[in-house]
């Protein structure tokens, strides 16, 4: 059975003129009314919107945990075989003539400055003093939590949750936006990762619809992340005398 030819097209509307050239109308005004609706819901009724995201981010958690942890498992086999794989491991991920634009120190820089380095500044603190207070082998009673035999779980579970897993999952998302983009010549939005599954279908509504998410989640993601490191950076300051 012979393979179908892959999709080196993907046609996305985008305006010709003005403050939205280059981009798509509906999924940019989309993505910003989204998140300016919640950021206006948090300001206006704090305490509601407090109470309504945290019971989802409750169900949530309670109710794909495993599926969780399965897909993050998932994700560091994957780069593990696409690493040793010669076929995949030293694909070059644009055209075999293109040379980088950057080099490895800039996109590190780049990388780092982008928010991960205000995740890292502030969860290599936050996160074991966390799990040093409680942890799933304090809930089971396999060591007793602010304690001194807690410490070593603590860093364990710290490292499960910023170790292999957490860059696999940015491995996969970079290698996929990459691998379309520049070998392929999609677009470069997280549509054109999905191109191998819906096809053509992702010119319109259901292309539309995926890129609205990753917007509303890249925005709100980051958001969240630079906040933490604008609360340390502030209250650091306090704590050497400025700002009182």
Excluded at 18 to 44: E, S
Excluded at 187 to 203: D, E, K, N, V, W
Aim: glycine share 12%; aromatic share 14%; hydrophobic share 50%.
């Amino acid at each position: 059975m012979a393979l179908k030819p892959p999709l080196m097209e993907l046609p996305i509307k985008t305006a010709d003129e003005g403050f939205y050239k280059g981009f798509a109308k509906l999924v940019t005004i989309t993505g910003k009314l989204l998140v300016g609706a919640l950021i206006l819901w948090a300001v206006a009724f704090p305490e509601q919107s407090g109470a309504v995201l945290s019971g989802i981010n409750s169900l949530i958690l309670a109710t794909f945990n495993y599926w969780y942890v399965a897909v993050m498992a998932f994700f560091v086999v994957v780069c593990l075989i696409l690493a040793v794989l010669p076929a995949s491991g030293r694909l070059k991920l644009g055209h075999h003539d293109d040379k980088p634009e950057f080099s490895n120190f800039s996109w590190f820089s780049m990388m780092f400055g982008a928010g991960i380095g205000i995740g890292m500044l502030t969860f290599a603190t936050a996160e074991p003093l966390y799990h040093w207070g409680s942890n799933p082998s304090t809930i089971q009673g396999l060591t007793e939590g602010s304690s001194a035999g807690n410490v070593r779980e603590a860093y364990v579970w710290s490292f499960t949750h910023w170790g292999l897993a957490a860059w696999a999952a940015y491995a996969i998302v970079g290698l996929s936006l990459a691998y379309f983009s520049y070998r392929r010549d999609l677009p470069l939005t997280i549509r054109s990762a999905l191109a191998p599954i819906f096809g053509r279908s992702l010119s319109g509504t259901t292309g539309h619809v995926v890129d609205v998410v990753a917007v509303v989640a890249t925005v709100l993601g980051v958001s969240q992340t630079l906040g933490f490191g604008v609360e340390q950076f502030v209250s650091g300051l306090s704590r050497i005398g400025f700002g009182d």
